[in-house]
């Protein structure tokens, strides 16, 4: 069935905003704006920095698409702010956004659920980190429980000088609940979800290795490989539990998926991205151009699933 963008009438593209990702939203933002506008959608650029959230029902705006990242975007609080305004929205509801944006809690529900995930522990200032070590090895990754796109994460090798306490001290001026997971040694994949629809794996490879944050939006030596050339009846398989783990987090609409492929064939899910980036670099768009959609298709088609409650 064909779209009628007038439908969608005047819609927000929210953008930018207060988190430590604001530089790729504002990318991500405007990218989706043009794309919008390419389309025939009365699109306009809205940055919750700058502006009142309550200014989107003043100006009639019928629905918004959130290309912010990071906290306040990506955690519920935006989509909180909507509900209350009554303004469909792209992406996952409040509940989903707060849980997918906390890799702790998402690692409950998926180890709950049978969805594999990387060994892990919560630690803090008194963690006796010999002891983590013992128990699970090393590498280790060191991560803030609630920030995106590799912000304030280390890879601890040895142990040698306090490394892993350095690394919880970095990880903890982003946030307070910190975790130490098991390094997985293996593939790289992404899987990203559209309307219920897996799409196909794209299979990473980064300089060393490191897929950090420069590497994740400003490098062109990091390796996007879509198809991702892994065995078919291995591919199919896990789209299919990539699309489990994001409904059991309670996701709907569009989202990305990290995971690790292990020699063996096993493999782990690390995160549940609920607004993925939307760049010149970004994964999304780059599987659905794979699955035959273009970029403004893409972005009309997350629009389409746009929604309150």
Known sequence: MTTNVTD???VAVLLGGPSAEREVSLMSGNAVLGALRERGVDAHPFDPSERNLFELARDGFARVFIALHGRFGEDGTVQGAL?????????SGVMASALAMDKWRTKLVWLA???????????DASTDWHRVVAELGLPLIVKPAREGSTIGITRVTNVDHDELAQAWQLAATHDPLVLVEEFVSGVELTASI?????????????????????????SDETKYFCPSGIDAALEARIRSQA???FDVVGCRGWGRLDLILRPDGTYSFLEVNTSPGMTGHSLVPMAARQAGMSFPDLCVEILKGAHVG
């Open 8 to 10: 969608f009438g005047r």
């Open 83 to 91: 509900e209350t305004l009554g303004i469909p929205y792209t992406g």
């Open 113 to 123: 659920s049978g969805i594999p995930t990387p060994r892990y522990r919560v630690v």
């Open 194 to 218: 559209v309307n219920g629809q897996a799409l196909p794996l794209i299979r990473i490879e980064a300089p060393q290795g490191n897929y950090d944050y420069h590497s994740k939006y400003f």
């Open 243 to 245: 699309l489990a783990a």
